[in-house]
């Protein structure tokens, strides 16, 4: 007998499966909560307050960052983290089944070692996974939240470049709304920045960024983009900002990949097996 897979449901089913999960899930998160440290001292915090988000000196996120956030203030501290783990869990799932992968992708996905320091962190990566969800106009913003965990995939959504730049319009004219909103908050974000980097904390201590050497390899992959508009554009292109950021967190890889697990399944496998390899050697 077939085994049915959730891209063969109607929407409806769809509908209420994500909602079912979603909701256990919370209160699985709420009974055995992770650590979420980052989410505990810096996201919730920054959602009491956006309109001030870089009041808290370890915020250094793009300022429509704390109103994305805003929705989670309503509830305990507890509760708000349980939430924002179980947004990373589903949405990070959602994306693996939109781009066709199966139960092995979603086991690897979940089973990976940046999947289990998201959670234990307590990062927003459900935020830019709505961008890729979306993967248009409206979804470039939600990306720029977290610029490092794979932004430069949106190349290969604007290829080619004369046809689909206006793409971009949306995110342009927000970055210039927010300088209304928030004011010069350029200058503080890079204020918290020195703060953090004054402190030792934060962004300088966990960084695992191959920056600059592996910028060689990133501008090969954006340039392979453009002139050959591969089918794994998208893939590329994620892997192409770990190469080029000169900041990430492990966690900062789990959208790669989830796309990974998807697309190349083999190279899926080894780099599973080598992360938490890696992981264990060095702890």
Known sequence: MKTMFIHEYSTTHKIIAVITVFFFVVVYFIFFPPPASDYRYVFYPVSQNPLNPYNIKTFVNI?????????LHFF???LSTAINSS???VI???LVIKRKGDKLSLILTFTSFPF????ANGSIEWIPAIGFLLQNRWGIPFILTKPQSGSLAIISWLTPL?????ILIPAFLLIAVSFIIWGNWLMSLMSNVKYMSDAKIGLFTVNIAPFPWAIPIGLGLIFYILKCNPR???LLGALSTLCLVPYFVTQSMIIPFSLLSVSHRKLSIICWLSLWALAIITN
Not at 63 to 71: C, D, E, G, N, V
């Open 63 to 71: 300022p429509w960052t704390a109103f994305i956030l805003y929705p």
């Open 76 to 78: 305990s501290e507890n």
């Open 92 to 94: 990070i799932g959602l």
């Open 116 to 119: 289990l320091a998201l959670l």
């Open 87 to 89: 947004l990373n869990l």
């Open 232 to 234: 794994n554009g998208e």
């Open 162 to 166: 004369n046809k689909k730049f206006n």
